[in-house]
């Protein structure tokens, strides 16, 4: 436009330009709850690559300790409701083996009953009756003798299994594992002939220590038949989920056939038996299989040797319970040939 010798030049105004964003707030730091979660995640992805052996080794520490209190928890339950002898055993095995059963109902859903080879399940449901006498035997034992003659005997499972093994699959032991064989056989004879001590409940030892070998023969076999049952191709989840709802459908009626009953106990009754399922059963069995997964399954079969001496102290702490020297002593000399004959299952 022009207004005489001027030239003016009219410009629209620019638009308006969006305000300025807020400057970014700063990074806060990480919660605690967020910093349990990561370090959580940190090591859980580290143990289920590859552990470090100090790692492993803690958690083998607390596998065995964890198992040594199985025996400590039934004689807590013993003390408490006041009552002992085989129905109340069978009330504390068939209550155990239920909660486990129940912790473990998720392992169904990974059930595939079309990949397995003929005879599996048939070993499973065998392996879950082996295992229901032997809880049944070897708690009940814990009325009538002492701990450490009990928890000793119980685990010379690996002698009952080599000799199995022997006549069933023809899987003749080494030298060294008979030799192992006659020198638990002595420390046996040391222990059924001493004085067992102080027993809650009264005392029989020779029923208690023949119970306690019950034991240790069934779950033998029930060691061999899961073995048996996993080679045909069930998985370990699902077999232990069978052999455990197997055992527990079993037991579930007996106490009460024995005039026994799973109500009117006092609640530590109830919270011993929880107690029972928890550390022994799941936190107990549950690391020392993990540990084979990364170490030689004989030093973990060595380390379970330590459960009776872990047993025995907690038994001298909290009952006072002092075994004969010639329990001692065969319990000493039983464990040594364990070691001798799991040394020679190796070679």
Request: charged share 5%; with cysteine; hydrophobic share 55%.
């Amino acid at each position: 436009m022009l207004i005489g010798d001027v030239s003016l030049v009219f410009f629209s105004p620019p638009a308006p330009s969006a305000p300025p964003a807020p400057p970014a707030p700063p990074a806060s730091l990480p919660s605690y709850s967020d910093w349990i979660f990561f370090t959580w995640k940190s090591l859980t992805v580290s143990i289920l690559q590859q552990p470090r052996p100090w790692l492993v080794g803690l958690v083998i520490v607390v596998g065995v300790f964890a198992a040594s209190t199985s025996a400590i928890f039934v004689r807590l339950a013993i003390a408490s409701s006041g009552v002992n002898g085989v129905a109340f055993s069978l009330f504390l095995s068939a209550s155990r083996l239920a909660i486990a059963s129940l912790l473990l109902l998720p392992a169904w859903r990974k059930f595939q009953l079309t990949s397995l080879s003929p005879g599996a399940l048939r070993y499973a449901g065998a392996a879950g009756i082996c295992l229901a006498l032997h809880f049944s035997a070897w708690i009940t034992s814990l009325s009538f003798t002492s701990i450490a003659a009990s928890t000793t005997l119980v685990n010379t499972n690996p002698i009952w299994v080599a000799l199995v093994s022997w006549f069933w699959f023809k899987e003749k032991p080494s030298r060294l594992t008979l030799l192992g064989m006659g020198v638990a056989l002595v420390g046996g004879v040391l222990i059924t002939s001493g004085d067992t001590g102080v027993v809650t409940g009264g005392s029989n030892p020779l029923l208690g220590n023949f119970l306690a070998l019950l034991g240790a023969w069934t779950v033998s076999l029930y060691l061999l038949l899961g073995r048996e049952a996993q080679r045909r191709g069930l998985g370990i989840s699902s077999y232990i989920a069978i052999v455990y709802s197997t055992a527990a459908l079993i037991l579930l009626p007996f106490p009460l056939i024995f005039g026994s009953s799973y109500t009117g106990y006092p609640p530590t009754v109830y919270l011993y038996v929880l107690l029972m399922a928890a550390f022994p059963q799941l936190l107990g069995h549950t690391s020392l299989n993990w540990a084979v997964r990364w170490i030689s399954p004989t030093l973990v079969t060595l380390a379970i040797l330590f459960e009776p001496v872990g047993a025995s102290f907690l038994g001298y702490f909290i009952f006072k319970e002092v075994p004969g020297l010639l329990v001692l002593v065969g319990a000493i000399v039983l464990l040594i040939g364990v070691a001798l004959a799991i040394f020679g299952s190796k070679n």
